[in-house]
């Protein structure tokens, strides 16, 4: 088994999206290999979702070591955390979820385990937000290469349209079609996406001493939708360096997560319900290398029961982006 199909089947599970052929491949793997238990806990500690997993799992906190809160076998020292074979605990009952409705039904070890990202936070600092109340609609461009620039796939800003209301203010922005002007290959499109470069260049010194942890968060709706389609919305964030940017082969949008310094993303589905607005957000601790992070916005066409892609969306919208950044409070 090589380590990058590894990763891809822990990336899709975090991101819960593997089938179910595949989750019960991933849970054999992770039952049989010590080593895709540590890249496991190694990835859900990028995407934000470890100190999840600790708080759902009933594990308890003393000195900066979570343990388990019931009796359990006595946990391997810190010198050979890793070295020993772990006991496991099937837990696809217990109803644990982590962001974007992920189920933990893979496997928890009962063993100390250092806990990284649990100091309480300061308060954040808010990068950007954007309500599209100056009416401006994002570059239709793709992926940005330079900063503070909305940009994706083709889009509108709207007011009060096909039941839905904005969220914030008297505007949103309405996701038209899963390609951009000029995309090389627009047949086959099914995901709308909108992008924002921001540059924390200006951080590093912050990045290297402190832990500083990047926060996204926009809002999703959607008109009326017959019931066999199904329709998906998600946040990312991506670390990335300048020499990635300047990188054509690795800026993009199918390459670029294999590139990042670190990826964070959780996926949403929407109700049937034009009324109600739902909530995606995600947060990611940025590496000290990092140079730029990348904002990802996207809405991808489920299948419907004919398995037919969709390149144009009939109705749907996405209003009060939040983007932010806050340290580990010391």
């Not at 003393?62 to 020292?77: G, H, I, K, M, Y």
Request: overall charge negative; charged content about 20%.
């Amino acid at each position: 088994m090589n380590d990058p199909y590894v990763d891809r089947l822990i990336q899709s599970y975090l991101d819960d999206s593997l089938t179910e052929q595949e989750l019960v491949e991933f849970e054999s793997i992770l039952l049989q290999s010590e080593s895709v238990r540590l890249r496991f806990w190694e990835l859900a500690e990028v995407h934000g979702l470890a100190p999840q997993a600790v708080a759902a799992l009933g594990l308890k906190l003393e000195n900066d070591v979570v343990t388990p809160a019931r009796r359990l076998p006595a946990p391997p020292s810190a010198g050979n955390l890793w070295s020993r074979k772990f006991s496991f605990m099937l837990l696809r009952q217990s109803g644990l979820t982590l962001a974007g409705g992920v189920l933990l039904g893979a496997l928890i070890s009962a063993f100390a385990w250092p806990v990284r990202g649990m100091p309480e936070m300061s308060t954040p600092t808010s990068l950007t937000t954007e309500s599209f109340e100056s009416g401006a609609s994002p570059a239709v461009a793709g992926m940005p290469t330079i900063a503070d620039l909305w940009s994706g796939d083709f889009s509108e800003v709207v007011g009060t349209q096909q039941g839905v209301v904005p969220a914030d203010g008297e505007k949103m922005l309405q996701i038209l079609r899963a390609d951009y002007d000029g995309k090389p290959t627009p047949e086959g499109s099914y995901c709308g996406d909108l992008y924002r470069l921001i540059d924390v260049r200006s951080l590093r010194e912050q990045l290297a001493k402190q832990g500083t942890i990047a926060h996204a968060s926009a809002l999703f709706d959607m008109s009326t939708q017959p019931a066999a389609e199904e329709y998906r919305y998600s946040v990312r964030i991506l670390a990335l360096t300048t020499d990635l940017i300047a990188n054509p082969q690795q800026f993009d949008p199918l390459m670029i997560d294999e590139y990042a310094l670190a990826t964070a993303r959780q996926n949403v589905r929407l109700d049937n319900n034009p009324q109600t607005w739902e909530l995606a957000q995600c947060e990611l601790r940025l590496p000290a290398q990092t140079d730029f992070i990348l904002i990802h916005l996207g809405v991808s066409y489920g299948y419907a029961e004919d398995d037919i892609r969709r390149i144009t969306f009939p109705s749907h919208y996405v209003d009060d982006i939040q983007i932010s950044l806050s340290n580990y409070a010391h």
